[in-house]
């Protein structure tokens, strides 16, 4: 069924179950690795907030959650390329195993600005999970990127926390824009 948001229209890409299906699988690989670790669960906001939430369900090992904002998309359907540091990471991550968690890897910029920042208080490892990977348009590559839940094409996506124009995010499956 398709949708209109503002003044685009999306069909389904990924549905709600199958979100959380992949969500199970992930959990079982972070739950094995982090066992004994006690890792900070860190999220990139907004996005990240659905994902990160059915995330943290599953995982069964002591762990710590912490948040932080940033954006380059800033209302638009494509990324701007200049990303805006809203909101710094608060905990202290030295010596700590930290899991950035991303709703969506596109180029590739933010999230290596983002673990450049990070990697500068000395965390112990940093390992990023993400709900979608945008392979064709990957221009940093970004080593700590160990868990993808949905590689999807070069499209632009609303639902499950993502948003065009701040509306959409409360959509349970994941929809790509008609064109």
Known sequence: MNIKIADLA?????TADTIQTRIKEI???LNKDYADKAPVFVGVLNGCFMF????LKEITVPCEVAF???SSYHGGVTSTRRIR???DLLTDITNRHVI???????TGNT???LVAKLSHRKPASITVVAL???????EYPVEELKHVAFQIPNEFVVGYGLDYMELGRNLNGIYKRVV
């Open 132 to 138: 979608l990977l945008k392979p064709d348009a990957v």
């Open 85 to 87: 540091d809203d909101f």
């Open 68 to 70: 932080t904002k940033l």
């Open 52 to 55: 990160m939430a059915d995330l």
């Open 10 to 14: 999306f069909e389904p890409l990924i």
């Open 27 to 29: 959990a079982v690989d």
């Open 100 to 106: 950035l968690v991303e709703d969506i890897v596109d």
């Open 111 to 113: 999230l290596d600005y």
